[in-house]
């Protein structure tokens, strides 16, 4: 039997060893991004705001006039059959609607059949553990929200993928986009919060709503804190006591410095390691929580 352990596919109705998963070159979803996608975190043995992750899915597809044969049972029966045939108790799983391929020679959407796919792989993290992100406010904007939807989730990551090539020849690891009149708007996969004096700020337009920036607005505002979901400018995240950001793959993840500057006082601060802290014994609320039965 091939070796699934490393991570397993659902591709055209078989499960196979994600190395090996294929999908058809002329799917549009490869030659125009014409696709939409959600990935849920599996934290041992169990999905985290499964139901969160699968209506932001359907109302992604919805809005691109996408539908694919299944109801959410059925949906999270093939996530789990990926999960189960991998054997991870931790890991990514992501689910990716395409558009498909036309009729032979339409160009016509319509025509297209849509394509469903999704694969189970390891969890790794994609920021440092110990230390924060050296982010920097990117001179580039992000895709307008009046041209593809941020709230859908998408791979139009062009402008996010050349923001983090300006962060590496800035010294950076990472980017924040901006929008035409300059407010940070998110990066590459994370949303992006501020903390001053106590008050947290997090942009509200022209975001993915991510489920981690849900989660963490939630506990915020449980501990007591004034959460404002508002625009952010770079000014006032350069004087921010505290930064970080949020995202499905890492969590809550300190940003340490902005722009070449170190954020506070260099450590991770008081209210993001509550939160952070806060976030990850939210994995053992069965309320958020959804078992797989390996
Ligand atoms: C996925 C993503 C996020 C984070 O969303 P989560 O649901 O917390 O993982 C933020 N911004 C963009 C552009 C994303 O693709």
Known sequence: MSDLSKGAAHVYGEIVPVSEAKISILDWGFLHSDATYDVVHVWDGNYFRLDDHLNRFYAGMSELRMSI??????????????????GLRHAYVEMITTRGLPVPGSRDPRSCTNQFFA??????????????????????QRIAAESVDPRVKNYHWLDLVMGQYE?????????????????????????????????ITTPDKGVLRGITRKSVIELARTAGYTVLE???????????DELFATSTAGGVMPISSIDGQIVGNGQIGPVTQR????????????????????
């Open 119 to 140: 694969f189970a792989i390891p969890f790794v993290w994609i920021a440092p553990l110990q230390t924060g992100l050296d982010l920097v406010v990117s001179r580039k």
């Open 69 to 86: 044969p299944y109801s959410r049972e059925e949906l999270q029966q093939i996530l789990s059959s990926c999960v189960k045939a991998s």
């Open 167 to 199: 962060a590496y020849d800035r010294g950076a690891q990472t980017a924040a986009l901006v929008d035409r009149v300059g407010n940070i708007k998110e990066g590459p996969g994370f949303n992006i919060f501020a903390v001053k004096n106590s008050i």
């Open 230 to 240: 508002k625009e952010l400018s770079p000014a006032a995240a350069r004087k921010a």
């Open 275 to 294: 939160l952070k802290d806060a976030y990850w014994s939210l994995h053992e609320d069965p309320k958020y929580t959804t078992q797989i039965i390996y």
